[in-house]
């Protein structure tokens, strides 16, 4: 049933309202009386909107980086190559072209853009260094040396182009700020004076390119760039000239650089055709990124090349109209004549297009560089007066097990000590981690963290160190550190990295979660931090940041030993979100601990392979299976399916050797129940049966098989050849839809027997009908016999407002008893300001009475 | 909001969580949190936000969320939001109702005795925002949440698109266009 017709000027000012625009009211009005009365509706909407647009700016994070706490200095930063007299910093985007780097320019002391030309193959019989860029790339250096000429605000400089060792590269000034195509993604389509204001100035940068005797030939989205000032209009910036070249030449060449290096779908039709690009195609393409701005579609749309011919031929375009009502029929009919099928009939050039569109343009809105969120003004409510209804407050020392947990438990695990978090909503106990010895005092230490703490900043997050002991006290933190920015997160993951620069002291990893690169995409960053007399060191030695946006960078990072055999300690980081050549594969890298830290680019790298794998979800270390002296790597991929129809999951495990990890699993494993997610969490188990080789446990956090999704733990025993084929025990949940997560099973050995024992939390876990999660906590002692699959010593919530173990971790020996210890993270808990805490159990020695 | 694929949205982060997954947990806390406290803020009065913690009015909401995820039916992303909104619209009724001192031999006196009033209310006026609220449950549900995710949430097209599963951002413009054109012609016609 199609939708009743809307009055057009309703439409068209609701559409206003909707782009965040400012309808004249009072022309609307007087100039239809008779929607008097929707019109002023609709300006209360406006106004509703912008109390909140002003309400989300008051509490929008302050992005910017503290320059005191660590900024980026490109000039002391080692690079990661040289190009010539250029040093190449971080990798800012690649292409089918080649890469782009930001990079530091020692003679002129500034930052610049390098794109490199991506090298041909080795032909046959010459070694790889000799590899040069490919044949295309001399037209392409000189029509940048002619670009080099172009002085324009709106056209990218070109500082100079050259060849080193044979690879061709161009350096230019470094545009800060996102693309026409990013803001389009992010926005949908623009408001129609800011799309019409991107496009004048792109065709003043186009009327000077003209000018210079080049082509561009590939006006896109992709390759406008809007850079924000501080002190004026966001300046539109043209990029991106690897299509471009001389307006005259020879047709036959022109021709074919025209098709082969554009973009299709903004191909005028000559083009498509084959004939050479003219400044009339770069009008026709700015008239496709003008339709585009306004409906986010391409006025010509396609599946292939011959189709999109075809249809060019046929006149078949999408309806600007139908996309976009509303839109002033001036503008329309302006958008026609650029994307007219003959040269001819477009406008003369790019300067009559910018006078066009100059009365239809508005203000380019800038994405905020800097947000000065004085939190001083929108400082938060400080305490609470009255009990909110909703939950009790939970008692600080009663912890009852419910009534559903199955058999005896054995005191194996006595309460040491709490420590509550200090800021408002931080959620301390998020995450935590023992990490070893860090101050080489004999006591192992241990991690906590509260990554929505917000101190100078809002959500930057915060994360303690406290000092093991004899007492087997928390107290204060040794050490605290800080996100550097506002959102960061820092803290959302912490792991021991082990010893990786070999000075015997244990080091700590803590990733920032939503840490942003230059461009403000989310990339995640692990910082390493050494261990020190003191604790750890006030800043890290090294931070290793992610590439590629969203993709989870960091939220599973673990050392995992030796891995090569060098006598570092090595670290692996995870991405469940990371797409390579499948979208959400998921990677795992692995960077090799040194003297002087990690290195700023991984060493070994593996991917999930498939669609969704998922691969790197949680891992921690899982030893030397084994025997051989080398650690190995362990990693889950929860949703890979295989060839099955559903599903599985899987884990896998590379050996390390003393060239590093292998580069094929020499085991596997797959899960035997559809979406039960095996392999989300990985470790070690350390010599479960002390036949000299580690064993493995592998996570299926939903296997269903007395209730619904209680989860399951599996072991499998190390040995000369790797582990097990089949798991020789296998622990269980505790009730329906309880799975089953924990920062790493190994405990070590927590009651005295000489054998480690493992953990395992949920906060999910509820002890009765009414499903109120309260989350539990339990350790199973290594089993005597096989069939016992239940945990010895379990520790449960009282209090379904405040689940506890939002995380788990073994302390290692934190009081220095020979005992291992347990951490538990209750980030939901709160009293008067304090949000979250940690409680810290000791082992004892006990018998056990399975 | 943080963009969305097969893998963040909100409805495989909720399955994830049914099955322990904290790092899911922890995603949709950080998600929604923030948006919900920034719209929390501007509907909270000035003399209930000295007696009620923002924090605590959208921790709280999104905590009982979480413990009843087995009672919310999971329609699209738009809906949660809006089940949330709808969660902290309550609890910020609730304080305000609670921070009122009413004398026994006085009848409830609806209006803010002290002058304070919400950012929103302050822009639009008390009585015109339960109009709005009022006419915004009259809206189908597609139409209501395309509403509540532009004017009140500020989501971009693409995020109204991905939230309500519509095909285009465009076409998600167009939904939120047309709400808004029916909402004020409801309004119009009171």
Same mark, same amino acid.
């Given at each position: 049933m199609s939708e009743p017709k809307l009055d057009p000027d309703l439409e068209r000012t609701a559409g206003q309202v909707a782009d965040h625009e400012t309808p004249d009211w009072e022309l609307e009005t007087g100039n239809h009386p008779d929607l008097r009365g929707p019109l002023a509706a609709l300006r209360m909407m406006a106004r509703l909107a912008a109390a909140h647009r002003e309400v989300r700016r008051r509490f929008e994070p302050d992005r910017s980086v503290d320059p005191g706490a660590g900024a980026d200095d490109p000039e002391q930063r080692e690079p990661a190559f040289s190009w010539g007299f250029l040093r190449a910093l971080d990798p800012i985007g690649e292409g089918s072209f080649g890469e782009v780097w930001r990079a530091w320019d020692p003679s002129l002391e500034r930052e610049v853009a390098l794109k490199l030309r991506r090298l041909a193959p080795a032909a046959e019989g010459v070694p790889a260094l000799l590899r040069t860029s490919d044949p295309a790339t001399r037209y392409w250096l000189d029509e940048a040396r002619k670009l080099a000429r172009v002085r324009h605000p709106n056209v990218l400089t070109v500082h100079g182009a050259a060849q080193h060792e044979g690879r061709a590269g161009l350096w230019t000034e470094l545009v800060r700020g996102e693309s026409v195509e990013a803001r389009l993604a992010r926005e949908g389509p623009l408001p129609s004076l800011e799309a019409a204001r991107i496009v004048r100035d792109l065709c003043r940068a186009l009327t000077a390119v003209h000018a210079a005797g080049l082509v561009h030939g590939d006006v896109k989205a992709a390759n406008v760039m809007l850079e924000p000032a501080s002190d004026g209009p966001t300046r539109v910036v043209l990029m991106d000239f690897g299509a471009a070249h001389a307006a005259g030449g020879d047709r036959e060449t022109r021709g074919w650089l025209a098709v082969s290096t554009g973009t299709p779908l903004v191909m005028s039709p000559e083009v498509l055709r084959g004939e050479p690009a003219t400044p009339a195609a770069d009008l026709y393409a700015a008239g496709v990124l003008l339709f585009r701005l306004l409906t986010g579609r391409h006025p010509v749309e396609a599946e292939s090349l011959d189709a999109l011919r075809d249809r060019h031929e046929r006149g078949e375009r999408l309806s600007l109209a139908e996309l976009r009502p509303g839109l002033p029929p001036a503008f329309a009919r302006l958008i026609d004549r650029a994307l007219a099928? *003959?040269?001819?009939? *477009?406008?003369?050039?790019a300067a009559e297009l910018a006078r066009a569109l100059e009365p239809l343009a508005g203000p380019v809105r800038g994405r905020m560089a800097v947000l000065a969120a004085s939190l001083a003004a929108v400082?938060? /409510? /400080?305490?609470?007066?009255?009990?909110?209804?909703w939950f009790e407050r939970p008692s600080d020392t009663r912890f009852v097990p419910p009534e559903r947990l199955p058999g005896p438990q054995v005191a194996a695990m006595r309460l040491g000590d709490i420590a509550p978090g200090e800021? *408002?909503?931080?959620?301390?106990?998020?995450g935590e981690a023992g990490i070893g010895d860090a101050n080489g005092d004999g006591f192992a230490d241990v991690i906590v963290a509260g990554a929505h703490f917000s101190g100078a900043r809002y959500l930057q997050g915060r994360v303690a160190l406290f000092l093991g002991n004899a007492a087997g006290r928390l107290g204060k933190p040794a050490w605290v550190g800080y996100g550097r920015a506002a959102g960061d997160y820092y803290g959302a993951f912490v792991a021991a990295a082990g010893d990786v620069n070999g000075d015997g002291l244990a080091d700590a990893l803590i990733t920032d979660q939503a840490a942003r690169s230059s461009d403000h995409q989310e990339v995640g960053s692990v910082a390493l931090y050494l261990g020190s007399k003191q604790g750890l060191e006030p800043e890290p030695v090294s931070r290793v940041t992610g590439w590629?946006?969203?993709? *989870?960078?960091?939220a599973a990072i673990s050392g995992i030993g030796d891995v090569n055999g060098d006598g570092y300690a090595d670290v692996a980081i995870g991405a469940s979100n990371w797409s390579h050549r499948h979208p959400y594969e998921g990677a795992v890298f692995v960077y090799f601990g040194g003297p002087h830290g990690l290195p700023s680019r991984p060493d070994w790298r593996l991917f999930g392979g498939e669609r969704d794998a998922w691969l790197g979800a949680l891992m921690t270390r899982v030893g030397d299976v084994n025997h051989d002296g080398y650690a190995d790597l362990l990693v889950g991929s929860p949703g890979w399916k295989g060839g099955h129809a559903a599903v599985v999951g899987r884990a896998l495990l590379y050996l390390g050797g003393p060239h590093g990890l292998a580069t094929k699993a020499s085991w596997s494993v797959e899960g035997d129940q559809p979406s039960a997610a095996m392999g989300y969490a990985v470790g070690g188990a350390g010599d479960v049966n002390r036949d000299g080789y580690d064993d493995v446990i592998v996570l299926q956090p939903g296997w269903s098989g007395r209730g619904v999704r209680e989860g399951r733990m599996l072991l499998y025993l190390g040995g000369p050849h790797g582990p097990s084929r089949t798991p020789a025990w296998t622990a269980h949940g505790f009730s329906a839809a309880t799975g089953l997560s924990s920062g790493g099973p190994a405990m070590g050995d927590v009651n005295g027997d000489g054998l480690p024992d493992l953990q395992a939390g949920s906060w999910l876990y509820s002890a009765s009908a009414d499903r109120r999660q309260l989350g539990i906590a339990a350790v199973y002692l290594s089993p005597r016999e096989p069939r016992a699959p239940h945990p010895a010593w379990y520790l449960a919530g009282d209090d379904a407002g405040t689940p506890i173990a939002a995380w788990t971790a073994p302390a290692g020996d934190f009081n220095g008893d020979g005992l291992g210890d347990l951490l538990v993270g209750q980030s939901g808990w709160y009293r008067g300001d304090q949000r979250g805490r940690v409680l810290l159990f000791l082992g004892q020695r006990t018998t056990s009475r399975r | 909001m943080e963009p969305t694929h097969p893998l963040e949205s909100t409805m495989v982060l909720l399955d994830r969580i049914r099955v322990g997954d904290r790092n899911a947990r922890n995603q949709l806390l950080a998600r929604y949190r923030p948006i919900l406290q920034a719209w929390a803020h501007g509907r909270l009065p000035a003399h209930a936000r000295g007696l009620a913690d923002t924090d605590d009015v959208v921790q709280v909401t999104l905590i009982r969320a979480l413990n009843r995820l087995t009672e919310f039916e999971y329609r699209h992303e738009g809906a949660f939001l809006s089940y949330l909104r709808q969660g902290v619209l309550n609890a910020v009724r609730q304080e305000v109702r609670r921070a009122r001192r009413r004398p026994?031999? =006085?009848?409830?006196?609806? =209006?803010?005795a002290d002058g304070s009033a919400s950012v929103v209310e302050c822009a639009i006026g008390r009585e015109t925002l339960e109009r709005y609220e009022t006419a915004l449950l009259e809206l189908g549900p597609d139409q209501r949440e395309a509403v509540i995710l532009r004017l009140e949430f500020g989501l971009s097209h693409p995020e109204i698109a991905s939230a309500l599963g519509r095909p285009s951002a465009n076409a998600a413009r167009m939904l939120v266009v047309r709400a808004l054109a029916e909402l004020a012609k409801r309004l119009a016609d009171e």
């Open positions: 099928k *003959r040269p001819e009939d *477009r406008p003369e050039g400082a938060l /409510v /400080v305490a609470i007066a009255s009990a909110i209804a800021g *408002r909503g931080e959620q301390f106990g998020n590629q946006p969203h993709a *989870r960078f960091g | 026994t031999d =006085s009848p409830p006196d609806e =209006s803010l």
